[in-house]
């Protein structure tokens, strides 16, 4: 299971650091990912880490901005997300790599929080 | 950004088939299997075909899936009410080292 949380309202060019703790299976063995889903629109993969964390990486339309961390002891996956704008608003989805690797599918999702970036 | 390209929507009746297409390029659905995702109204997506045509435990097999070349396609079979639906295609993409998705096919039962 995979609960996000730390969505809110912000500002345009404010911060927000999102957060997705996991349980049920060995959290230390998957890649994780972002996606997210502007308001009525699709799916959008936002950013990798690796099981180590080793390996990173981001779409180019927050590339930059947001930065993706883990803590494996916690079990826990986050986002930091900075220097905010319009477009970022949508809710955010935490998913699992199936296979342990990069490249597979997403197997388990969270219950998504939303972001709203407006003044 | 939305690299593979869907339909945006298809419907059917109750027990018809329906089938979604996804068309990609060689970077993304050419070299790498294609995954398909349902999202129902109000909900997080769900894995429901992933490496092109295997299907996860507890989904039935009425949903399947094929890929060609640099397409794929999910097909619906005894099409249902709670089949109604937002359908997602995605994989992996080696030029921008990450995932793309599908443009989303809404399902309609008529």
């Known amino acids: 299971q995979l609960v996000e949380s730390g969505g809110a309202l912000v500002k345009p060019g404010g911060s927000l650091r999102l957060s997705c703790a996991a349980s049920g299976f060995t959290f230390s063995d998957f890649y994780m990912n972002w996606i997210r889903q502007a308001p009525g629109k699709g799916l959008e993969w936002v950013s990798y880490?690796?099981?180590?964390?080793?390996?990173?990486n981001y779409a180019d339309s927050v590339k930059g901005r947001f930065t993706i961390s883990r803590d494996n002891a916690k079990k826990s996956l986050y986002l930091q997300m900075n220097s905010l704008r319009a477009e970022d608003t949508a809710v955010y989805y935490c998913?699992?790599?199936?296979?342990?690797?990069?490249?597979?599918?997403?197997?388990?999702w969270g219950q998504g929080t939303m972001v709203t970036v407006s003044s | 950004q939305s690299v593979l390209t869907q339909p945006p929507s298809a419907s059917g009746t109750p027990g018809q088939r329906v089938t979604i297409s996804c068309s990609g390029g060689?970077?993304?659905?050419?070299?790498?299997?294609v995954n398909w995702y349902q999202q129902l109204p109000g909900t997080a997506p769900k894995l429901l075909i992933y490496s092109n045509y295997r299907r996860p435990s507890g989904v039935p097999d009425r949903f399947s899936g094929s890929k060609s070349g640099t397409s794929a396609s999910l097909a619906i079979s005894g099409l249902q009410s709670e089949d109604e639906a937002d359908y997602y295609c995605a994989a992996w993409d080696d030029s921008l080292n990450g995932y793309v998705f599908g443009t989303g096919t809404k399902v309609t039962v008529l």
């Open positions: 060689s970077s993304n659905i050419g070299s790498n299997t």
């Open positions: 880490i690796s099981s180590g964390s080793s390996y990173t």
């Open positions: 998913a699992r790599d199936r296979s342990g690797q990069v490249g597979d599918a997403f197997d388990i």
